[in-house]
């Protein structure tokens, strides 16, 4: 689904009793209106939610917007919106394998007695921060797992200290294949090639590969599953052999000096 120029590309008004799916939607360039905090390419309230397999581009307002809800969010892509990539409010949540990157306000905005687990994930965004908790008199309850978080620690803004840092979590440079057009998988360099967990990791990726892959290796960070199970080593910079030139020692090895690999 391609979605263009409304104020929600979807806005549902949950039931306790029946959960909400939405599945394989892709919403661009939504604009509002209304320059509340709700508006949203996504608002989900009051209900159980799953939402898989979407992205969203260019949003006016927050990406997703969550209130007094319950969701589960696999294989999100966040580019683009102009404020936080996903807010949520009054709601419990659990990300795996998302992508919030280059969102000029940020990546994830917690607040008002939340709970939300981001497992397998990017934050990659232009802001001051990539984790916002805002708690409005009630802690709320954030664990960061086996995720790419730009700045780690020193980009979340938590002023009661309601962050739990878990192990697997890095802040390297995703590199991605092409921001510039909107490809946001995995270069075959990238240091989120097999760095998450296989613990409740779901088994296909936003464009419905097989993840892991290949089967048998860890899952990666991010919405798009690389094909390699680790990423290439990758140098800085390559002098002359150890003799005057290169040093050829048989038709199939070379010796040379090589900078660190990164």
Not at 52 to 80: C, Q
Not at 117 to 126: A, D, F, G, K, Y
Not at 174 to 180: E, K, N, Q, S, T
């Amino acid at each position: 689904n391609n979605i263009s120029r409304g104020g929600y590309a979807i806005s549902w008004l949950g039931d306790a009793g029946t959960p909400g799916r939405i599945e394989n939607v892709q919403a661009r360039n939504n604009q509002t209106n209304n320059q509340g905090v709700t508006g949203a390419s996504l608002s989900l309230a009051s209900g159980a939610f799953t939402v898989r397999n979407t992205a969203v581009y260019d949003a006016d307002l927050f990406g997703l917007y969550l209130y007094e809800a319950e969701a589960d969010l696999e294989n999100i892509l966040v580019h683009g919106v102009t404020k936080s990539a996903l807010s949520i409010n009054r709601s419990t949540v659990d990300v795996k394998q998302g992508t919030f990157a280059h969102n000029p306000e940020g990546g994830i905005w917690v607040t008002d007695d939340s709970q939300i687990n981001i497992t397998n994930s990017i934050l990659w965004n232009p802001a001051d921060y990539e984790l916002r908790v805002t708690p409005g008199g009630v802690l709320c309850s954030v664990n960061v797992s086996s995720s790419d978080v730009e700045g780690g620690m020193s980009d979340i803004i938590d002023p009661e200290n309601t962050i739990t840092w878990n192990n697997g979590n890095i802040g390297t440079d995703p590199l991605f294949v092409d921001i510039a057009n909107l490809n946001y998988q995995l270069s075959h360099f990238s240091q989120c090639i097999g760095a998450g967990t296989v613990n409740e990791s779901p088994s296909e990726d936003l464009m419905r590969k097989n993840r892991p892959s290949p089967a048998g290796s860890n899952p990666d960070m991010g919405a798009y599953e690389h094909d390699a199970a680790s990423p290439r080593p990758k140098s800085g910079w390559i002098t002359d052999g150890v003799e005057a030139d290169l040093s050829w020692t048989n038709l199939n090895t070379i010796e040379a000096h090589w900078g660190d690999f990164l």
